[in-house]
């Protein structure tokens, strides 16, 4: 096993996604990456932007978002219940709070507390493709995008078509005595609707979800919806909808206060609104206004037969307006915007809160010089807790020949406070605390790439600062957790990356991706009786590879990531598909967690051991 982890270390693919053919590499290259600001090729790309396609998510062994981000070098994914029911995403070692959560380019990160952002009414079968961007991201994105950013893009198409995907897993073992009769087990389905017309197109995706857990307490049940629309009023005047809902109701033992949370249960729902639109309004100048909402309620009943006690009840709302600009000279493109956004909460152990944020930017980016791609601008930002803060950033890439690329990258970002941060009043366990002052950090980040055709190796260094880092931490276990301020958080590492397909023959091909990333944090002045939730189990190594081997109409895939956290025992997770298909069909069968390992990724909650899963998918062409 050591030998295996040796190699991984030496090869590895933090952001090689080879495709099968040299069509969908070209494909690939196609994509472009809006950011909500300028426009940029995938393939002009100055900073470490990593795809996964749906094609990508079609040949994975998983069951939803949270699942197909385990496989994204940088990413660390720490679920506390299994079926996408709920997980904390950070990424290069950062806390679950510092990565921002988009939807099409619309920021849905929960004010509450990040445990809810991953709260997604898109079934896998609606995504277009996964746009995870690593390291500061204030200029693009504005405040709360410390480490990183992750844009889900869901799918258009100029066809009419509906997929549904059916599938059914058990671990086949007993149930736990008290929690019913049978055994573990449980089902999904989804549903995607494409209508097409000449100046129109409509998305429609539906999901549900069932399982009885995976162990005492832990069933998840959930359904979702979600629309997209696209109205072309003429070639200049375009208009975009959104709009979806999940409701997810979950067995919560362990999650938050283990061991004497065995019987809690939290049922959580989540509404999404945008309004968008753009107008060319000269050849040159081009303007994008979006409004947007979002919705929160929170239950969670810390005795899941008794609410007459130790229940907690939130309601969040968020607005937020948005007007994005680009002007293209001579010279090379310019970006201007401005952003305003009002958030609240309504709490039974937090209270009633509201606070607002605006905001501005400007950025410049160009490929006049030869060779060199640059982008350069700022963010400014006012926050009514916080007050003022700019955001200066800088992405530079230089073409050393026609397949190298080297690539710099340099910014700041802050995190501000979630209410939970600030007003939590949930004791014995957790209290918040209103003194805290916002996260600030710098980080920069250097990288090499070498691309040729579906082949493609890249190795990267970064560094960042975080001052006024946030932990959770407490000197005893008679006392509650509580966050405070400390000192600079400093944490540098690398990663080096792998990626090709080959063409066995004209009945087969063989593709690969591995990817190695090393963390290491500083050390922060905690007394020596102090416990800390957060830092403690910092991703240290993370080790990720995976295979797929196409015969005629068959294919399988084998994934495997092997994880490390600070002062944590490693685990290494192998999962598996074999699938046979045609143009309009396939069928398959997953095996999670091969090798039966016991782990556990957050807080008190071991994750499914041995899962198997039966599936189908099927397209129907209008």
Same mark, same amino acid.
Not at 22 to 32: A, G, H, P
Not at 190 to 206: D, E, P, R, T, Y
Not at 493 to 510: D, I, P, Y
């Given at each position: 096993?050591?030998?295996?982890?040796?190699?991984?270390?030496?090869?590895?693919?933090?952001?090689?996604?080879?495709?099968?053919?040299?069509?969908?590499?070209?494909?690939?290259?196609?994509?472009?990456?809006?950011?909500?600001?300028?426009?940029?090729?995938?393939?002009?790309?100055?900073?470490?932007?990593?795809?996964?396609?749906?094609?990508?998510?079609?040949?994975?062994?998983?069951?939803?978002?949270?699942?197909?981000?385990?496989?994204?070098?940088?990413?660390?994914? $720490?679920? $506390?219940?299994?079926?996408?029911?709920?997980?904390?995403?950070?990424?290069?070692?950062?806390?679950?709070?510092? /990565?921002?959560?988009?939807?099409?380019?619309?920021?849905?990160?929960?004010?509450?507390?990040?445990?809810?952002?991953?709260?997604?009414?898109?079934?896998?079968?609606?995504?277009?493709?996964?746009?995870?961007?690593?390291?500061?991201?204030?200029?693009?994105?504005?405040?709360?995008?410390?480490?990183?950013?992750?844009?889900?893009?869901?799918?258009?198409?100029?066809?009419?078509?509906?997929?549904?995907?059916?599938?059914?897993?058990?671990?086949?073992?007993?149930?736990?005595?008290?929690?019913?009769? +049978?055994?573990?087990?449980?089902?999904?389905?989804?549903?995607?609707?494409?209508?097409?017309?000449?100046?129109?197109? =409509?998305?429609?995706?539906? #999901?549900?979800? !069932?399982?009885?857990?995976?162990?005492?307490?832990?069933? /998840?049940?959930?359904?979702?919806?979600?629309?997209?629309?696209?109205?072309? &009023?003429?070639?200049?005047?375009? *208009?975009?909808?959104?709009?979806?809902?999940?409701?997810?109701?979950? +067995?919560?033992?362990?999650?938050?206060?283990?061991?004497? !949370?065995?019987?809690?249960?939290?049922?959580?729902?989540?509404? %999404?609104?945008?309004?968008?639109?753009? =107008?060319?309004?000269?050849?040159?100048?081009?303007?994008?206004?979006?409004?947007?909402?979002?919705?929160?309620?929170?239950?969670?009943?810390? &005795?899941?037969?008794?609410?007459?006690?130790?229940?907690?009840?939130?309601?969040?709302?968020?607005?937020?307006?948005?007007?994005?600009?680009?002007? =293209?000279? #001579?010279?090379?493109? @310019?970006? @201007? +915007?401005?952003?305003?956004?009002?958030?609240?909460?309504?709490?039974?152990?937090?209270?009633?809160?509201? $606070?607002?944020?605006?905001?501005?930017?400007?950025?410049?980016?160009?490929?006049?010089?030869?060779?060199?791609?640059?982008?350069? +601008?700022?963010?400014?930002?006012?926050?009514?807790?916080?007050?003022?803060?700019?955001?200066?950033?800088? !992405?530079?890439?230089?073409?050393?020949?026609?397949?190298?690329?080297?690539? @710099?990258?340099?910014?700041?970002?802050?995190?501000?406070?979630?209410?939970?941060?600030?007003?939590?009043?949930?004791?014995?366990?957790?209290?918040?605390?209103?003194?805290?002052?916002?996260?600030?950090?710098?980080?920069?980040? %250097?990288?090499?790439?070498?691309?040729?055709?579906?082949?493609?190796?890249?190795?990267?260094?970064?560094?960042?600062?975080?001052?006024?880092?946030?932990?959770?931490?407490?000197?005893?276990?008679?006392?509650?957790?509580?966050?405070?301020?400390?000192?600079?958080?400093?944490?540098?590492? &690398?990663?080096?990356? %792998?990626?090709?397909? *080959?063409?066995?023959?004209?009945?087969?091909?063989?593709?690969?991706?591995?990817?190695?990333?090393?963390?290491?944090?500083?050390?922060?002045?905690?007394?020596?009786?102090?416990?800390?939730?957060?830092?403690?189990?910092?991703?240290?190594?993370?080790?990720?590879?995976?295979?797929?081997?196409?015969?005629?109409?068959?294919?399988?895939? *084998?994934?495997?990531?092997?994880?490390?956290?600070?002062?944590?025992?490693?685990?290494?997770?192998?999962?598996?598909?074999?699938?046979?298909?045609?143009?309009?069909?396939?069928?398959?069968?997953?095996?999670?967690?091969? @090798?039966?390992?016991?782990?556990?990724?957050?807080?008190?909650?071991?994750?499914?051991?041995?899962? &198997?899963?039966?599936?189908?998918?099927?397209?129907?062409? *209008?």
């Amino acid at each position: 096993m050591n030998k295996i982890l040796l190699s991984m270390l030496m090869l590895a693919s933090a952001s090689a996604f080879a495709q099968e053919k040299k069509q969908d590499t070209t494909k690939l290259n196609e994509i472009v990456i809006s950011e909500n600001r300028l426009q940029t090729p995938f393939n002009k790309l100055a900073r470490n932007i990593q795809l996964v396609t749906k094609e990508d998510i079609a040949k994975m062994p998983v069951k939803s978002i949270n699942e197909v981000l385990s496989f994204v070098a940088g990413a660390d994914v $720490r679920q $506390r219940g299994p079926f996408g029911t709920q997980a904390d995403i950070s990424i290069d070692g950062g806390t679950f709070e510092q /990565t921002l959560i988009l939807l099409n380019g619309v920021k849905i990160s929960d004010v509450q507390t990040a445990h809810h952002s991953m709260n997604i009414p898109v079934p896998l079968s609606a995504i277009e493709r996964i746009e995870v961007l690593k390291g500061p991201a204030a200029r693009i994105y504005g405040i709360n995008a410390l480490t990183g950013a992750i844009n889900i893009v869901t799918k258009t198409s100029k066809q009419n078509t509906i997929d549904v995907n059916l599938q059914a897993g058990s671990s086949f073992e007993d149930k736990a005595v008290g929690d019913g009769s +049978g055994i573990y087990s449980g089902s999904s389905a989804q549903l995607a609707i494409n209508m097409a017309g000449k100046k129109s197109q =409509h998305l429609v995706g539906f #999901g549900l979800t !069932d399982y009885n857990g995976q162990r005492y307490n832990s069933s /998840t049940y959930d359904h979702k919806f979600f629309y997209q629309g696209n109205i072309d &009023f003429d070639a200049r005047n375009k *208009l975009n909808l959104m709009g979806g809902y999940i409701d997810n109701a979950f +067995g919560a033992s362990g999650y938050y206060a283990a061991p004497g !949370d065995k019987e809690a249960f939290e049922i959580v729902e989540t509404a %999404l609104l945008a309004v968008g639109s753009s =107008h060319q309004l000269s050849n040159h100048f081009s303007l994008r206004p979006r409004v947007s909402a979002r919705y929160n309620w929170d239950d969670y009943r810390y &005795f899941r037969n008794d609410l007459t006690r130790a229940r907690s009840l939130h309601q969040t709302k968020v607005w937020s307006a948005e007007v994005n600009s680009t002007l =293209h000279t #001579g010279i090379g493109d @310019f970006g @201007f +915007g401005l952003e305003s956004r009002s958030e609240d909460i309504e709490s039974t152990n937090i209270g009633n809160r509201e $606070r607002y944020n605006h905001g501005a930017y400007a950025e410049y980016k160009t490929e006049a010089l030869n060779n060199l791609l640059l982008n350069i +601008g700022t963010y400014i930002n006012y926050n009514t807790q916080y007050g003022w803060q700019a955001f200066p950033g800088l !992405d530079a890439a230089y073409l050393l020949a026609p397949k190298w690329k080297l690539a @710099f990258n340099a910014g700041s970002s802050q995190r501000i406070p979630s209410f939970t941060d600030l007003y939590l009043n949930q004791r014995p366990g957790n209290i918040g605390n209103p003194n805290l002052t916002s996260e600030n950090a710098w980080q920069y980040e %250097l990288s090499l790439q070498y691309k040729l055709e579906s082949f493609q190796v890249q190795g990267g260094y970064f560094y960042r600062n975080i001052s006024d880092f946030i932990d959770w931490v407490r000197n005893s276990a008679a006392v509650p957790y509580q966050p405070q301020n400390f000192g600079n958080n400093k944490i540098q590492g &690398f990663n080096v990356s %792998l990626g090709q397909s *080959l063409g066995l023959s004209n009945k087969s091909s063989l593709n690969y991706q591995l990817s190695y990333n090393y963390l290491h944090a500083g050390e922060i002045s905690y007394a020596n009786n102090v416990t800390s939730k957060y830092v403690l189990e910092n991703l240290k190594h993370q080790a990720l590879g995976r295979l797929i081997y196409k015969y005629t109409n068959w294919q399988f895939t *084998l994934g495997t990531r092997w994880i490390e956290r600070e002062l944590k025992k490693p685990y290494l997770i192998t999962d598996i598909r074999l699938l046979y298909g045609k143009p309009q069909w396939n069928i398959y069968a997953d095996v999670t967690n091969l @090798f039966n390992k016991e782990y556990i990724e957050v807080a008190a909650v071991p994750l499914p051991k041995r899962w &198997f899963s039966l599936g189908a998918n099927y397209r129907f062409a *209008l």
